[in-house]
Each structure stands twice: as C-alpha cells, then as structure tokens.
C-alpha cells in the first residue's frame, strides 16, 4: 500500500494575523466577501433567457454593440470564413457586495479563426502579477490610495483591419444566408486584445505617459506636483501616485475618450481581495480558495496542518495513474496562482506541479491534502 502523503487530520485554528489584518476586514468588505462567495451565473443562452434579468442584459450589450456599429448584416461573399458567437455571463459586484448589475457579453468564437485570413499579429501585453504587487507595496509605503477604473466594451475601442464574418447571435432576426461583417474589435477575436491595447497606448502617450521599459502594460508620468502610475490588465486599470489633481483630470480625459466606470479604492481585482488600513494593505484569495474546493468536490470538513511530510519524495511511478488527469490540472493550474498570496504553499505546489504530465493517486492525495490545508487556514 502506498504511504500517505499526509496523515494528520487535527482541525487546525486559522493562522494568526497581524491585529491590522483583521482590522481591514471591516463589516462592510466582510459583506463584500460574504455575498461574492455565493453567486451564481448561467453557463448557456438557454439557462439565460429563463431569467429576465439575464435577458435585460443582453438587451443592453446589444444596444452597446448596435450604438457603437459593431456590425453590418450583409450576405457571406463566396470563399469567405465565418467564425461563430457566443454568449458569456458575469455578475458585477459593488464594493459593499451588493449586485451591481447583470452583465452579458457576446463574444466570437475566435478559436476557429485562420491566421492570414481572418487575423495577423495578436500578441497584447498585459500587467505583470510582480508589478502589481510591486505597485501595492509602494502604494502602502506612500501611503497613497489607489483607484480601480474599468474600461465599458474596451475592445470594441480597437480598429479592426481585417475582413471578418460572424455568425448573428440568437434573437438577432436576419435574412437567410446573411451574416454579420464586424467592424470594430469584438471580444472574443484574436486579434482584439492586440487592436484594444494599441488604441489605449496612443491615448494615454497622447495624455504625456510613458510606457515603463520593464512592462509595457505600466505607464508612468511625471508632473511638477508628484507622479502618476497606471496599470493596465485588458479592460481593467489601477491609478495611484501623489499628484491627486493630476489623477482627477486623467480620469477625465479617460472618461472623455472611452465609456469609463470608477470603481473607487481598489477592493476586488484579478481574483484578489485587497483591504485597506492606515498600517497598509492587506491581499488574500479567499473567494479564490472556496472557488477551488468547491472545483476539487471535497466531500468532507476534514483540515490538516501539515502540508507535506518532511523529507518526502515523489516519482512518476508512484500509485495508480489517474483515470482523467483533467481535474488534476485544472487545480494545480489555480494553486500556483494562489501562491500569489500564499507563499505558504509555494513549495509543495511546486512538487505536485512537476506530475500534470501523468500524475498518479499518490499525487492526487498530496493535492487533496493542500486543499485541505488551506480548509483550515483560510480567512
């Protein structure tokens, strides 16, 4: 029989925070966190359209795409492609965690895209997790606030230089043989991200930025009263720096050249909460954490407090190889990210993840003891 990777099962207290950590967790980000963990969003049109409020939503995005001519609904010339559509749903929060609204958004399928016909060059930076991390850390030294801004249908912003075809959406009423010719860069194309991110690097240069030469997704600028830092993440942005004035006319000019929505102080970005104390800021991934439980199917309350064994190795030839490694993937995929906040578990996922290639039920037990460690531990 194969040993346990892991045989303690003492329930474990949550780990001991500093006092301004828990001073961050105010009643209001508590509800915040609270009503995040608990929403649910449909998976197809046809779980959506059993809900008006779905349907509303997609009313909206299409009256979006409609007033910014998204499309125009001509016949498929002979030899052309059409790439596909769909539908994906997503629940926006405020920061008290009340509902904010229901938002759908039609994406292409871009996956069935032909380099050279539908599309040329994609590649689109975007903000490094370090650099994030690196501009809270100087944010909190400072002392300075940082402000969260999301750009409205940003890709729909990028010019779109080839010829695409796409089917129309359901509901959409149309002629039999027409199809969809797109004009600007809807989400879902390949090439959208890289047609976004050069329309916005020409207005913010535009503003007197300069595009940071260790990530092009941050830009700085300097003014006679402080500076200015912006990040960039798709469609998402982080303002912070001491030029207070300065910051206020660039979310007025960005709301002048794009439909802009402030989301005030930093709270929810990428998956990480962030909260907020005269001490500095405090970054977890709780949601994220339930999220991945939630993934794996645990069916017990069982917590360890023990990550791995000391001194244990693992081979490839360990156990019984895993029938769908799938699964297996998918959670060590989202524990790395984790240990953006948990470097507490960076060593052990770095183990696991060196088995996604066969992974075995030896394997699939260390992972299911992380879990189970973070069960314990998580706040």
């Not at 402030?262 to 970054?283: H, K, T």
Request: glycine residues 4%; contains cysteine; neutral net charge.
């Amino acid at each position: 029989m194969d040993p346990l990777p892991c045989q303690s099962i003492r329930i474990r207290k949550s780990t001991k925070l500093p006092d301004f950590a828990y001073s961050c967790y105010s009643s209001s980000f508590t509800s915040f966190l609270a009503s995040i963990h608990c929403l649910f969003e449909p998976s197809s049109y046809k779980e959506a359209i059993l809900n008006p409020l779905w349907l509303q939503a997609m009313d909206e995005e299409l009256s979006a795409l409609h007033k910014t001519d998204t499309w125009d609904l001509v016949p498929l010339p002979p030899g052309k492609s059409v790439v596909g559509c769909r539908w994906v749903y997503k629940i926006k929060t405020n920061f008290d965690g009340s509902i904010e609204r229901y938002k759908a958004r039609l994406v292409a399928k871009g996956y069935s895209q032909q380099y050279g016909m539908d599309y040329e060059e994609t590649f689109a930076p975007v903000a490094k997790m370090t650099t994030i991390r690196t501009l809270i850390v100087v944010a909190s030294i400072r002392q300075w606030h940082i402000s969260q801004l999301d750009v409205k249908n940003a890709f729909l912003n990028g010019d779109l230089q080839e010829e695409v075809y796409m089917t129309p959406p359901p509901s959409i009423s149309h002629d039999s043989g027409y199809v969809c010719k797109l004009k600007k860069a809807l989400y879902g194309l390949k090439q959208a991200p890289r047609a976004w991110f050069e329309k916005f690097s020409i207005v913010i240069s535009s503003l007197g930025f300069v595009s940071s030469s260790h990530d092009s997704a941050l830009f700085i600028k300097c003014t006679n009263t402080g500076r200015i830092i912006l990040s960039l993440y798709v469609d998402d942005m982080i303002i912070t720096g001491d030029d207070i004035d300065g910051i206020s006319v660039l979310k007025t000019e960005l709301a002048r050249r794009f439909e802009m929505k402030d989301l005030g102080y930093l709270q929810y970005f990428l998956g990480i909460e962030v909260a907020y104390s005269p001490r500095g800021y405090l970054l977890s991934q709780s949601k994220y954490v339930a999220d991945i439980l939630e993934r794996a199917r645990l069916t017990d309350n069982k917590t360890v407090d023990t990550l791995i064994e000391v001194n244990a190795r693992y081979s490839s030839s360990d156990g019984l190889p895993l029938i769908d490694p799938t699964l297996y993937r998918t959670i060590i995929g989202s524990l790395v990210y984790l240990t953006i906040t948990r470097p507490d578990i960076a060593y052990v996922v770095h183990v696991v993840s060196q088995f996604v290639a066969s992974p075995t039920t030896v394997h699939w037990a260390v992972v299911l003891c992380i879990l189970r460690y973070l069960r314990g531990t998580v706040f």
